[in-house]
């Protein structure tokens, strides 16, 4: 008998051979395959910011709204009635534009507008924590350049990181507007205003004539296509991340009448013959900006382009009646309907001015932060007439409110990039 079992203990130590050899071979696949994983997300310190970008971010635009297998523009807002929800900021921030401040102009829905939450289809978008973005940017400036919209993004996010850490500085780097420091972690952010990107101001004829006036031009609005306007021309050497924006103004008729006030282009110094319209315009402020921002950023900026924010004007332009009064966000059907090209509405810039900076973009490494279909909803979320306005402002957006999103975004994005402080 105890032949006998030796013998059985002789064959399961045999028979467990192959299965520890598969076993000690799995493991250090894995290891292997762990250790090559890790070198790809986990930067270097050699690495700058902008090499990670570059490894991480060539792709094509359309794409630009998914992280992983997450599509964040794919999705739906819900709405949070949770009675302890609590708003990561209220309308006492002192830096929230008078007109974008629809608690304190009692809007009738201003309480709701920020219990409203995107919900991606295939993931969660949640909201930042302030604290740790704090800890994890301290040392570093980050500025928004563009128009007002991303001025309320900007406030936003000031907003949201004042409620954590009030030891601030108020200053103007680099040409900004306005910029606060976050005494406690060292972190700047800044807003660099400009409409155009490029470098613009009024022309008038020469009594010596011209090219253009050999046209007949006797006035408009001289824009250079190659020459940053100076609010931001030094922002991409002093900044560590930038998110710019542009279009509302190209797209501006009571601004740049094509007739009384057109856009003359001019590069190097000299009238572009025959004159360009608006879109094309843009595609080389677009082409030229790009290429300045590449040229003159310190090493390892991290550069973003936030898509187009929508207007929803109904009935008719700021200027012709047009108003937004809804108070909930809009159906699927009801987006199309204001924003689909075909329709050719009055809300039209927003898809046509996209369309033009997927297509500059392609091939740069600047990373596209895609507002634009979840903001398309939100016709509720605009100050409308609160504040006793004039006429309706449906562009601008009530804080708090949904740029709080666009933030959680755009945090999450730089989470994406992985560079560790």
């Keep these: 008998m105890a032949t006998t079992g030796h013998h059985q203990n002789q064959t399961k130590k045999i028979s467990l051979l192959p299965l520890l050899s598969l076993l000690i071979f799995a493991s250090i696949f894995l290891a292997l395959s762990l250790s090559s994983k890790a070198s790809i997300s986990s930067p270097s310190s050699s690495q700058s910011f902008n090499q990670i970008l570059q490894l991480k971010n060539r792709s094509d635009p359309a794409e630009s709204s998914r992280l992983g297998s997450c599509n964040f523009s794919d999705g739906k807002w819900i709405y949070d009635s949770n009675s302890r929800f609590k708003p990561r900021y209220d309308g006492s921030c002192k830096e929230i534009f008078k007109g974008w401040n629809c608690l304190l102009n009692y809007k009738s829905n201003a309480a709701d507008i920020a219990k409203w939450r995107w919900k991606p289809n295939d993931c969660n978008l949640q909201p930042f924590d302030p604290v740790k973005f704090l800890q994890t940017y301290r040392d570093s400036n980050i500025g928004f350049v563009g128009d007002s919209l991303n001025r309320n993004m900007f406030v936003s996010l000031f907003c949201i990181l004042k409620r954590v850490s009030s030891e601030v500085k108020k200053w103007r780097p680099a040409g900004a507007d306005r910029g606060f420091t976050f005494l406690q972690y060292n972190l700047t952010i800044a807003y660099h205003r400009t409409n155009l990107l490029a470098r613009y101001g009024r022309w008038s004829a020469n009594a010596n004539g011209g090219k253009l006036e050999a046209l007949g031009y006797k ?92 207007r929803h004007f109904e009935g008719g332009d700021w200027d012709q009646g047009g108003s937004c009064k809804r108070l909930q966000p809009l159906s699927s059907e009801q987006v199309e309907e204001l924003f689909s090209l075909e329709n050719n509405g009055t809300n039209i810039e927003t898809r046509l001015v996209n369309q033009h900076l997927f297509e500059a973009l392609k091939g740069s490494d600047f990373r596209i932060l895609d507002i634009t279909h979840m903001s398309e909803f939100r016709a509720d979320a605009h100050p409308s007439m609160a504040g006793g306005k004039k006429h309706d402002d449906c562009m601008h957006w009530c804080l708090p409110g949904i740029t709080d999103t666009w933030n959680d975004l755009f945090v999450t994005l730089l989470n994406d990039i992985e560079v560790k402080t």
């Design 219 to 310: 006035e408009g609005y001289r824009v250079d296509v190659d020459v940053p306007e100076g609010t931001w021309a030094k922002a991409p050497s002093f900044h560590d991340i930038l998110i710019f924006n542009t279009g509302h103004w190209w797209w501006a008729p009571s601004k740049f009448d094509p007739v009384k006030s057109p856009m003359l282009f001019f590069e190097t110094d000299q009238p572009i013959i025959p004159p360009l319209p608006p879109d094309v315009g843009l595609d080389m402020v677009l082409k030229h900006m790009i290429q300045y921002v590449e040229k003159t950023a310190r090493p390892g900026l991290i550069k973003l382009f936030r898509t187009q924010s929508p």
